[in-house]
């Protein structure tokens, strides 16, 4: 039987969550969904392929006039897959640190939610493209070994299955599928370090080495976690 559209992608999830036990099987998974392609993707590829109960959570900032509408599309979606949906607001008001600001309530409001459903997994979008911009920003303030290895698949209870997955992959994805997925205009706002990290820092750095320099760092990351891995290993023997 030929696989349907998205059916070759949810595989490699399953394999990644194979290859790195960010979810073990059975394990009650709270999937974090912003609307965007690849949380909407994470969202359809573990109600595929997982074998535990899944339930979404989304987030309204408070940010965006957009975002309630964003939310509603999200539980609509998840209604569709069969799995239950909480919209939480934050109610966080603009000014400096808000990126950060909004990623530790929503930490915090997945850690609650996650607690309140029974789950011990809190799963998000992170793909490799993410986990080459972290690495960057880190490697840019002089991280380690243990900072430079970026995301890892899992600690404590978050999870990222889509680490082997490139974010043009979950966009061609939800298209194939007809999936309407939120494109945040935040997200190419150059007043964030990401944002300028993800248009400006990496195309150039594209250019320069004449390759695709995603796949580089996270190969970088990949092995960075193993000599950190070795090190701790050594100091806890010491």
Same mark, same amino acid.
Request: aromatic content about 2%; hydrophobic content about 45%; some cysteine.
């Given at each position: 039987?030929?696989?349907g559209?998205?059916?070759?992608?949810?595989?490699?999830?399953?394999?990644?969550?194979?290859?790195?036990?960010?979810?073990t099987?059975?394990?009650?998974?709270v999937?974090?969904?912003s609307?965007?392609?690849?949380?909407?993707f994470?969202m359809?590829?573990?109600?595929?392929?997982?074998?535990?109960?899944?339930s979404?959570?989304?987030c309204?900032?408070?940010?965006?006039?957009?975002?309630? %509408? #964003?939310? $509603? +599309?999200?539980?609509?979606?998840?209604?569709?897959?069969?799995?239950?949906?909480?919209?939480?607001? &934050? @109610? =966080?008001?603009?000014g400096?640190?808000?990126?950060?600001r909004?990623?530790?309530a929503?930490?915090a409001?997945?850690?609650?939610?996650?607690?309140?459903?029974?789950?011990?997994?809190?799963?998000?979008?992170?793909?490799?493209?993410?986990?080459?911009e972290?690495?960057?920003?880190?490697?840019?303030?002089?991280?380690?070994?243990?900072?430079?290895?970026?995301?890892?698949?899992?600690r %404590? #209870?978050? $999870? +990222?299955?889509?680490?082997?997955?490139r974010?043009?992959?979950?966009?061609?994805?939800c298209?194939? &599928? @007809? =999936?309407?997925?939120?494109?945040?205009?935040?997200?190419?706002?150059?007043?964030?370090?990401?944002?300028?990290?993800r248009?400006?820092?990496?195309?150039?750095?594209?250019d320069?080495?004449?390759?695709?320099?995603?796949?580089?760092?996270?190969?970088?990351?990949d092995?960075?976690?193993?000599?950190?891995?070795?090190?701790?290993?050594?100091?806890?023997?010491?």
């Amino acid at each position: 039987m030929t696989p349907g559209p998205g059916g070759d992608l949810r595989e490699r999830v399953r394999a990644c969550v194979a290859r790195t036990g960010c979810i073990t099987p059975g394990e009650p998974v709270v999937a974090m969904v912003s609307g965007g392609a690849d949380s909407t993707f994470l969202m359809h590829a573990l109600a595929a392929v997982h074998d535990g109960a899944v339930s979404v959570l989304t987030c309204d900032h408070g940010l965006r006039p957009e975002a309630a %509408g #964003e939310c $509603a +599309r999200v539980e609509a979606a998840a209604d569709a897959l069969g799995l239950a949906c909480t919209t939480v607001r &934050l @109610g =966080l008001a603009p000014g400096p640190g808000v990126q950060e600001r909004a990623r530790e309530a929503r930490g915090a409001a997945a850690r609650a939610h996650a607690e309140a459903m029974g789950a011990t997994a809190v799963a998000t979008g992170h793909t490799a493209d993410d986990q080459a911009e972290t690495v960057l920003m880190r490697l840019a303030r002089g991280a380690g070994s243990g900072g430079a290895s970026g995301m890892a698949p899992r600690r %404590g #209870e978050m $999870a +990222r299955p889509l680490l082997d997955l490139r974010r043009a992959e979950t966009v061609a994805l939800c298209a194939a &599928l @007809g =999936l309407e997925a939120v494109d945040d205009p935040t997200n190419r706002d150059g007043r964030f370090r990401r944002a300028r990290v993800r248009h400006e820092l990496l195309p150039l750095l594209d250019d320069i080495a004449q390759r695709d320099v995603v796949e580089v760092l996270v190969r970088q990351a990949d092995l960075f976690a193993s000599v950190d891995g070795v090190l701790r290993a050594l100091a806890a023997e010491v």
